[in-house]
């Protein structure tokens, strides 16, 4: 019975300007949505001679992987694809390890009030201040520690900023894993160590590897940093395609391929997970 | 995030290892966020050119702060950056929340296209402002080319000085609506349902239901989305860095990009410290006075 109830009631709150304003709009969402990406992904395999053509040609009947290729021949991007990936990855692996004995010490460790309302407050501020603001002082103290160009300067800022978010979701996670058997552990002598490591943590597994994942296409998506801490061999992705525009003319295929290269892998990413990534950047924003 | 319980007896290991958690965090953040945050403040006061260490750091007081308001460019930056911060957002709530609204059933099409509205938001902002400047061509572009298929004439998204601030944010409102969408949208479903059906058996009809009900639901939500939103659109760089880098002349030039044109590229690190701290107290004031005004509303609320 309520099933059939639930039949009759689909689409009737999003009819609520009209069904034909409803699917004139969507559909100009879905356009102009998709449109841009199967753009990019038939730049990418089209010719040089074609992405010139006048007019341009929408649907490519010759195809190449070339521009692939000289993605990785010409213009040396599997040095910037590493960075990125270890930028990425480290950034993860830190940030969630770090994040989590900060959550859950946070939550159930034996912390003065003062501590965590301050530092819970300085996770709030952190969160919302703006990257640039930092950026010059960071470039002159890393020139200072000869730490330019070194993706390790990378994954230290990366970390820092990803960690406050990290830290707020990661909270909320401890606090609904089930205390009892956190008491339990007690009973029976565990230290905290113990608890973390044993009982607590792998109840919050999931909440781990969503936050990873947010984390993770994060900083693969990083440029702030990147543009100013790296200079040739620290260089991720994200600075290697915006030097197509700025140093190379209109490469336009190679750059293509390299937008690719960065888009697929976080769009596959994300709607494996999709689930965990709505709820992960609902509660990023909206949490306190 | 306090967890009271009577039953809990911490040993010294126990306090000590909640300490040792906190570690590796706080000196991260103290490494990579507080002290440069300071050595910024530092640098504000003094004059110092990255590309000349003959010249020693010195001090020079306040002098970087009064240029600061003489200085064209930046006011220019100010305007542009406010200008596209008050435009940005404004267009993206009302499609966003529309969006929200027309996806907030369980319907075959609103899953889909909530699948599909999720593509720009995991998108790197560099990559979209690439990808959009090569659609954008004024000869070579896709755009231009429909354009003129429906019989305007081609238009110079990015080397028109009035159009540009606007070709960014348009950019900025595909890749940005969907974040609002996404929130919103969660709002709305945690609405209880049974809420919906009994106004739906008292007859009223959808609009109804989405002013009546659903928008003063979950307009907090909707405030913080918006808040959220006018914070990040000061932090505007990867997009103008591909796509115009600030010009054409000081055309798109935003905050960020003018402190990394200032700090990195003319190497004017004392002055480009100067208007750093300038912008980080203008937006601590802006969450400062958000707070305030949501908790005021929470108050009302309750």
Same mark, same amino acid.
């Given at each position: 019975?309520?099933?059939?109830?639930?039949?009759?009631?689909?689409?009737?709150?999003?009819?609520?300007?009209?069904?034909?304003?409803?699917?004139?709009?969507?559909?100009?969402?879905?356009?102009?949505?998709?449109?841009?990406?199967?753009?990019?992904?038939?730049?990418?395999?089209?010719?040089?001679?074609?992405?010139?053509?006048?007019?341009?040609?929408?649907?490519?009947?010759?195809?190449?992987?070339?521009?692939?290729?000289?993605?990785?021949?010409?213009?040396?991007?599997?040095?910037?694809?590493?960075?990125?990936?270890?930028?990425?990855?480290?950034?993860?692996?830190?940030?969630?390890?770090?994040?989590?004995?900060?959550?859950?010490?946070?939550?159930?460790?034996?912390?003065?009030?003062?501590?965590?309302?301050?530092?819970?407050?300085?996770?709030?501020?952190?969160?919302?201040?703006?990257?640039?603001?930092?950026?010059?002082?960071?470039?002159?103290?890393?020139?200072?520690?000869?730490?330019?160009?070194?993706?390790?300067?990378?994954?230290?800022?990366?970390?820092?900023?990803?960690?406050?978010?990290?830290?707020?979701?990661?909270?909320?996670?401890?606090?609904?894993?089930?205390?009892?058997?956190?008491?339990?552990?007690?009973?029976?002598?565990?230290?905290?160590?113990?608890?973390?490591?044993?009982?607590?943590?792998?109840?919050?597994?999931?909440?781990?590897?969503?936050?990873?994942?947010?984390?993770?296409?994060?900083?693969?998506?990083?440029?702030?940093?990147?543009?100013?801490?790296?200079?040739?061999?620290?260089?991720?992705?994200?600075?290697?395609?915006?030097?197509?525009?700025?140093?190379?003319?209109?490469?336009?295929?190679?750059?293509?391929?390299?937008?690719?290269?960065?888009?697929?892998?976080?769009?596959?990413?994300?709607?494996?997970?999709?689930?965990?990534?709505?709820?992960?950047?609902?509660?990023?924003?909206?949490?306190? | 995030?306090?967890?009271?319980?009577?039953?809990?007896?911490?040993? @010294? /290991?126990?306090?000590?290892?909640?300490? *040792?958690? #906190?570690? =590796?965090?706080? %000196?991260?953040?103290?490494? +990579?966020?507080?002290?440069?945050?300071?050595?910024?403040?530092?640098?504000?006061?003094?004059?110092?050119?990255?590309?000349?260490?003959?010249?020693?750091?010195?001090?020079?007081?306040?002098?970087?702060?009064?240029?600061?308001?003489?200085?064209?460019?930046?006011?220019?930056?100010?305007?542009?950056?406010?200008?596209?911060?008050?435009?940005?957002?404004?267009?993206?709530?009302?499609?966003?929340?529309?969006?929200?609204?027309?996806?907030?059933?369980?319907? @075959? /099409?609103?899953?889909?296209?909530?699948? *599909?509205? #999720?593509? =720009?938001?995991? %998108?790197?902002?560099?990559? +979209?402002?690439?990808?959009?400047?090569?659609?954008?061509?004024?000869?070579?572009?896709?755009?231009?080319?429909?354009?003129?298929?429906?019989?305007?004439?081609?238009?110079?998204?990015?080397?028109?000085?009035?159009?540009?601030?606007?070709?960014?944010?348009?950019?900025?409102?595909?890749?940005?609506?969907?974040?609002?969408?996404?929130?919103?949208?969660?709002?709305?479903?945690?609405?209880?349902?049974?809420?919906?059906?009994?106004?739906?058996?008292?007859?009223?009809?959808?609009?109804?239901?989405?002013?009546?009900?659903?928008? =003063?639901?979950?307009?907090?939500?909707?405030?913080?989305?918006?808040?959220?939103?006018?914070?990040?659109?000061?932090?505007?760089?990867?997009?103008?860095?591909?796509?115009?880098?600030?010009?054409?002349?000081?055309?798109?030039?935003?905050?960020?990009?003018?402190?990394?044109?200032?700090?990195?590229?003319?190497?004017?690190?004392?002055?480009?410290?100067?208007?750093?701290?300038?912008?980080?107290?203008?937006?601590?004031?802006?969450?400062?006075?958000?707070?305030?005004?949501?908790?005021?509303?929470?108050?009302?609320?309750?």
């Amino acid at each position: 019975m309520a099933r059939s109830l639930k039949k009759e009631n689909t689409s009737y709150l999003s009819n609520f300007l009209g069904t034909p304003i409803r699917v004139i709009f969507l559909i100009f969402l879905l356009i102009s949505i998709l449109f841009p990406l199967y753009w990019l992904i038939t730049s990418a395999v089209k010719f040089e001679k074609d992405y010139f053509a006048q007019p341009p040609i929408i649907f490519p009947l010759k195809i190449t992987g070339i521009n692939f290729i000289e993605l990785f021949t010409r213009y040396g991007a599997l040095r910037p694809l590493i960075n990125s990936l270890l930028i990425a990855g480290f950034t993860t692996l830190f940030s969630v390890i770090f994040g989590s004995l900060a959550a859950y010490s946070l939550v159930n460790g034996c912390l003065p009030k003062k501590i965590k309302v301050i530092l819970s407050g300085w996770f709030l501020i952190q969160k919302m201040y703006p990257a640039i603001v930092v950026a010059v002082p960071v470039f002159y103290v890393f020139s200072k520690l000869r730490l330019l160009d070194n993706i390790s300067s990378l994954i230290i800022m990366n970390t820092s900023f990803n960690l406050p978010l990290v830290i707020i979701l990661l909270v909320g996670f401890y606090i609904e894993a089930p205390y009892e058997l956190e008491e339990q552990g007690m009973l029976e002598g565990c230290n905290l160590f113990q608890r973390y490591f044993f009982i607590t943590t792998p109840m919050v597994k999931a909440g781990l590897i969503a936050v990873g994942m947010l984390t993770f296409i994060a900083s693969w998506n990083e440029f702030l940093f990147g543009v100013i801490l790296s200079v040739n061999k620290a260089k991720p992705l994200t600075v290697t395609i915006a030097g197509f525009i700025t140093d190379m003319g209109l490469r336009w295929g190679p750059m293509a391929a390299m937008g690719c290269l960065i888009i697929i892998p976080v769009l596959l990413l994300m709607w494996m997970m999709q689930r965990d990534f709505i709820s992960g950047v609902s509660a990023g924003a909206l949490k306190e | 995030m306090a967890r009271h319980n009577v039953s809990i007896r911490y040993s @010294k /290991l126990d306090i000590a290892y909640s300490w *040792i958690f #906190l570690m =590796p965090v706080i %000196i991260i953040l103290f490494i +990579a966020a507080f002290i440069p945050l300071l050595s910024g403040l530092f640098l504000s006061f003094n004059e110092y050119k990255l590309n000349m260490p003959s010249i020693p750091m010195h001090l020079i007081g306040l002098k970087n702060y009064q240029e600061l308001f003489k200085d064209e460019l930046f006011l220019n930056a100010l305007r542009n950056n406010t200008l596209f911060a008050v435009v940005s957002v404004t267009i993206e709530m009302i499609l966003g929340v529309m969006f929200a609204m027309m996806l907030s059933d369980d319907d @075959k /099409l609103s899953r889909f296209m909530t699948t *599909i509205v #999720l593509i =720009p938001m995991v %998108i790197a902002p560099v990559a +979209a402002g690439t990808l959009w400047r090569m659609m954008l061509d004024r000869t070579y572009g896709v755009l231009n080319y429909f354009i003129t298929l429906l019989g305007f004439s081609p238009v110079s998204w990015l080397g028109d000085p009035s159009i540009a601030i606007y070709t960014i944010i348009g950019v900025d409102i595909w890749q940005f609506t969907p974040y609002i969408t996404i929130l919103v949208l969660s709002s709305i479903k945690a609405i209880p349902k049974s809420l919906f059906d009994s106004a739906r058996v008292d007859g009223a009809s959808s609009w109804k239901l989405f002013s009546k009900i659903i928008l =003063p639901m979950s307009s907090p939500v909707i405030i913080v989305v918006m808040m959220l939103r006018f914070i990040d659109a000061f932090k505007v760089f990867d997009t103008v860095f591909v796509m115009t880098q600030g010009g054409p002349g000081n055309a798109t030039e935003m905050l960020p990009t003018y402190i990394y044109q200032q700090g990195i590229k003319f190497f004017r690190v004392g002055y480009s410290s100067a208007i750093a701290v300038v912008f980080v107290i203008a937006m601590s004031l802006i969450s400062y006075g958000y707070n305030r005004f949501r908790a005021a509303q929470l108050r009302r609320l309750n």
